[in-house]
C-alpha cells in the first residue's frame, strides 16, 4: 500500500498547532523537518476539504506551502530511531528515547517516546523551558503545565521535586503519549486533562505555571495564568523569539507580573515572571 506524504513549510512557531490540526485531517505520523515538518498516513482516506480550510486558516499569519505526494510505505519507528538523537541540557538533564544507550550518568535524565506528540528537547523553546526549570524550586511545589504536549516539562517538574503537577493539552493523542512518558519515567503525581485552560477542571492556585506554546496563545491567556498563581508564585513561559520579549513583559505587567530573567538561544526565548504579592 503506497502512503500520502504531506510536505509542509511553515515558519517554527506554527509547527505543532498546525501538527494537531492536520491530524484531525486523518494523518497520524509526523517527522520534523528544517523548513516545517512532514505528516504521513497509509492510503489515501484523508479529509482533503479540511485540510484546505487549515491552509486557508493559517496563510494569512504565515508563510505556508502544503505539498501532497505518495511513497512506498516505511518502517516509521525505525525511520524516527534513525534521525532522533538524544539532548543534553547545561550538562545536568539528559533527554533521551528509551532505545538510546547511556553513555554516562546525568543529574537528571528523562525519557520520551514523542510518536505524534511535541516536545523531544530538540526545539530550542523546550530546551530553554528545561534549562530555566533546572534554575527554579520545585520542591514540594503544585505546578501547572500549559499545553504540555509529551509532558517533558511535567516530568521535569517531578523530578525537581513537585508535589502535584495538573497538565493539560488540546490533543487527544498529546494526553495519551503524555501519560504514556509519565508511566516510563515512574511519574505517579502527573495528572493530564484534554482541553484548553478555559475547558479542563483545575481548583486552587499554584506555585509554578509552565506554558511553552506560542506568543499569540500567551498573550490571550496570560490574565488566566496570572489568576492561577499564587502571590510570589512563578510563571516561565516560551514558545516565542526574543523580539517578542517586550511585548509579552508589557502584558505581564497588567496583571500583576514581572520579569525574574530571561534566556535565549539562536532567535529564540524563555521569561520566567513571578507574580508580585
Same mark, same amino acid.
Given at each position: 500500500?503506497?502512503?500520502? !506524504?504531506?510536505?509542509?513549510?511553515?515558519?517554527?512557531?506554527?509547527?505543532?498547532?498546525?501538527? *494537531?490540526?492536520?491530524?484531525?485531517?486523518?494523518?497520524?505520523?509526523?517527522?520534523?523537518?528544517?523548513?516545517?515538518?512532514?505528516?504521513?498516513?497509509?492510503?489515501?482516506?484523508?479529509?482533503?476539504?479540511?485540510?484546505?480550510?487549515?491552509?486557508?486558516?493559517?496563510?494569512?499569519?504565515?508563510?505556508?506551502?502544503?505539498?501532497?505526494?505518495?511513497?512506498?510505505?516505511?518502517?516509521?519507528?525505525? *525511520?524516527?530511531?534513525?534521525?532522533?538523537?538524544?539532548?543534553?541540557?547545561?550538562?545536568?538533564?539528559?533527554?533521551?528515547?528509551?532505545?538510546?544507550?547511556?553513555?554516562?550518568?546525568?543529574?537528571?535524565?528523562?525519557?520520551?517516546?514523542?510518536?505524534?506528540?511535541?516536545?523531544?528537547?530538540?526545539?530550542?523553546?523546550?530546551?530553554?523551558?528545561?534549562?530555566?526549570?533546572?534554575?527554579?524550586?520545585? !520542591?514540594?511545589? !503544585?505546578?501547572?503545565? *500549559?499545553?504540555?504536549?509529551?509532558?517533558?516539562?511535567?516530568?521535569?517538574?517531578?523530578?525537581?521535586?513537585?508535589?502535584?503537577?495538573?497538565?493539560?493539552?488540546?490533543?487527544?493523542?498529546?494526553?495519551?503519549?503524555?501519560?504514556?512518558?509519565? *508511566?516510563?519515567?515512574?511519574?505517579?503525581?502527573?495528572?493530564?486533562?484534554?482541553?484548553?485552560?478555559?475547558?479542563?477542571?483545575?481548583?486552587?492556585?499554584?506555585?509554578?505555571?509552565?506554558?511553552?506554546?506560542?506568543?499569540?496563545?500567551?498573550?490571550?491567556?496570560?490574565?488566566?495564568?496570572?489568576?492561577?498563581?499564587?502571590?510570589?508564585?512563578?510563571?516561565?513561559?516560551?514558545?516565542?523569539?526574543?523580539?517578542?520579549?517586550?511585548?509579552?513583559?508589557?502584558?505581564?505587567?497588567?496583571?500583576?507580573?514581572?520579569?525574574?530573567?530571561?534566556?535565549?538561544?539562536?532567535?529564540?526565548?524563555?521569561?520566567?515572571?513571578?507574580?508580585?504579592?
Amino acid at each position: 500500500m503506497l502512503t500520502s !506524504r504531506l510536505t509542509i513549510t511553515c515558519t517554527p512557531e506554527f509547527s505543532e498547532i498546525l501538527m *494537531a490540526e492536520i491530524a484531525e485531517a486523518g494523518f497520524d505520523t509526523f517527522m520534523e523537518t528544517e523548513t516545517g515538518f512532514e505528516a504521513y498516513l497509509e492510503g489515501i482516506a484523508f479529509d482533503k476539504q479540511l485540510l484546505e480550510q487549515i491552509k486557508e486558516k493559517y496563510a494569512s499569519v504565515t508563510p505556508l506551502v502544503f505539498q501532497f505526494d505518495e511513497i512506498e510505505k516505511q518502517n516509521w519507528n525505525e *525511520a524516527w530511531e534513525k534521525n532522533v538523537e538524544p539532548i543534553i541540557v547545561d550538562d545536568k538533564c539528559l533527554v533521551r528515547a528509551a532505545f538510546h544507550k547511556i553513555e554516562k550518568p546525568y543529574p537528571y535524565e528523562i525519557i520520551i517516546t514523542p510518536k505524534m506528540s511535541f516536545g523531544t528537547g530538540h526545539h530550542q523553546t523546550t530546551h530553554l523551558m528545561l534549562s530555566a526549570q533546572m534554575k527554579m524550586d520545585h !520542591r514540594g511545589k !503544585r505546578v501547572m503545565d *500549559a499545553g504540555c504536549g509529551t509532558a517533558i516539562l511535567s516530568i521535569m517538574a517531578n523530578k525537581l521535586g513537585a508535589s502535584e503537577i495538573e497538565a493539560f493539552d488540546i490533543d487527544e493523542w498529546s494526553v495519551e503519549n503524555g501519560n504514556e512518558n509519565a *508511566a516510563n519515567n515512574n511519574c505517579s503525581n502527573i495528572h493530564i486533562q484534554l482541553g484548553k485552560i478555559n475547558e479542563v477542571n483545575l481548583s486552587g492556585t499554584f506555585d509554578i505555571i509552565l506554558a511553552n506554546i506560542n506568543k499569540n496563545i500567551l498573550l490571550a491567556e496570560m490574565q488566566r495564568y496570572a489568576s492561577y498563581l499564587k502571590p510570589g508564585g512563578q510563571l516561565l513561559l516560551s514558545g516565542f523569539y526574543v523580539k517578542d520579549v517586550p511585548d509579552l513583559k508589557t502584558e505581564a505587567t497588567r496583571y500583576n507580573l514581572s520579569e525574574v530573567f530571561h534566556q535565549e538561544r539562536e532567535t529564540w526565548a524563555s521569561l520566567l515572571l513571578h507574580k508580585l504579592t
